[in-house]
């Protein structure tokens, strides 16, 4: 089944407590992205990669760091969490940057 | 500045009635538009999607119309149902730039 993979689906952390949420996808796509949620501001593009080894800044990437060393993965790294960074987390791929996205169950993340 | 703006923010109507949501977006030069429903908590899922040329989309109950000339589109449900309960975003991507641009979507109530 073609899908998008996240884990975990939920986290409470303490602030400074380095954390990564890793995304997995298994339909060869080049295109992945996370995104944050927050109420009333809609989705937001955190860092996106248009392929392996390369990624590129979205909207809101501080505090954010990315890896894209396989095509299948790309964990998104909090090196130190602060309390404003509690969001509901989505990860997407899609075949390039126009095409259907396909997004992950999402990563419910508080930071106290 | 490219936007998407999404009306209206919140809709309630009785099982079995119809509506419309309204996308209006600034998204320059434009390749293609989409409509996601998300379920709470939930990922994001594609409904339909539009390029320059197409000026109606359906996928079952629903259908989306395109403007391109005035930048506007709209989603039409047919008959709802209580599971149509969610938020539909509306979601537009341009030729130049690796990155989709969302709109805040409107939360959609069907009530029994």
């Known amino acids: 089944e073609a899908q998008v993979t996240q884990n975990p689906r939920y986290l409470i952390t303490v602030t400074g407590k380095k954390l990564t949420v890793t995304c997995s996808q298994n339909?060869?796509?080049?295109?992945m992205s996370w995104y944050r949620q927050d109420p009333g501001l809609g989705l937001r593009q955190i860092y996106y990669s248009m392929n392996v080894e390369v990624t590129d800044k979205g909207d809101v990437p501080e505090g954010y760091k990315v890896s894209r060393k396989e095509k299948r993965n790309f964990p998104l790294i909090l090196e130190s969490p602060s309390p404003n960074q509690t969001s509901l987390y989505f990860c997407?791929?899609?075949?390039?940057?126009?095409?259907?996205?396909?997004f992950g169950q999402g990563t419910r993340l508080t930071v106290v | 500045k490219n936007q998407v703006e999404q009306s209206p923010q919140s809709l309630i109507i009785l099982e079995g009635k119809n509506c419309t949501l309204q996308c209006n977006y600034t998204v320059s030069p434009f390749s293609n538009l989409r409509w996601y429903k998300q379920d709470t908590g939930r990922g994001p899922v594609s409904l339909t999607i539009?390029?320059?040329?197409?000026n109606t989309k359906s996928n079952g109950r629903y259908t989306a119309t395109l403007d391109a000339d005035t930048k506007q589109s709209s989603l039409h449900i047919t008959a709802s149902q209580l599971s149509d309960s969610a938020s539909y975003i509306c979601v537009v991507s341009a030729t130049d730039f690796n990155k989709f641009y969302f709109g805040s979507g409107t939360k959609l109530n069907v009530k029994p």
């Open positions: 997407a791929s899609s075949l390039g940057p126009r095409t259907e996205a396909f």
């Open positions: 339909m060869n796509h080049e295109y």
């Open positions: 539009m390029t320059f040329s197409e």
